[in-house]
């Protein structure tokens, strides 16, 4: 794999301006929630919002969330792969998230967040570097990698709300371009 220096990391400081600018837009104007977000019942007369939706975060605590996962996760992926592979798992796990959804997801509810994308991250550093330790809060010490990402993957299907289609989408595309890395790379960073 091929390593970039610390300037790659602007690929995600800027994902998360753009986040953040669509979730100050939309606190303004909630309305663009349903216009911009990933309603599977509306997506062939809304296909912008295969896009759109993964830059609309619904809370505070959503966005905080998502976006302190982008910041750890990716930088550490985008260290492994560079800018241009960094930026082709997040919009590509997006996107399988969000076919996800429209297959699995509740028909007339909107999808919104970057968390397939940000699964789809985690699921490439499941199968490239499964012994990576990270916080998961509310645990008082780190848990692989591997550990994290089921732990979410499970508790995405026990609270109501969460899109856990998105999330196992991304996961999904995460986990095959994971393999792709890893057989690139010939061995998992972290044993």
Request: hydrophobic share 55%; with cysteine; glycine share 12%.
């Amino acid at each position: 794999m091929r390593r970039t220096d610390s300037s790659g990391i602007n690929a995600i400081l800027f994902l998360i301006a753009l986040c953040l600018l669509v979730f100050a837009f939309t606190s303004l104007r909630p309305e663009f929630i349903g216009r911009l977000g990933l309603t599977p019942a509306l997506v062939l007369q809304r296909p912008w919002t295969l896009i759109t939706s993964m830059f609309v975060h619904a809370n505070l605590t959503h966005i905080l969330f998502n976006m302190i996962s982008l910041f750890f996760l990716g930088s550490f992926f985008l260290r492994m792969v560079g800018e241009g592979d960094f930026l082709k798992v997040f919009f590509f796990g997006g996107l399988a998230g969000n076919a996800l959804y429209i297959v699995l997801g509740p028909a007339m509810i909107p999808g919104v967040g970057a968390s397939g994308a940000i699964f789809a991250i985690g699921g490439a550093l499941a199968i490239t570097a499964p012994k990576l330790p990270v916080i998961v809060f509310p645990l008082p010490v780190p848990v692989p990698l591997w550990g994290a990402m089921t732990f979410f993957l499970v508790i995405g299907l026990v609270i109501p709300g969460i899109a856990w289609q998105a999330h196992l989408g991304g996961f999904l595309f995460g986990v095959l371009a994971g393999l792709y890395y890893k057989k690139r790379r010939g061995r998992p960073l972290y044993y």
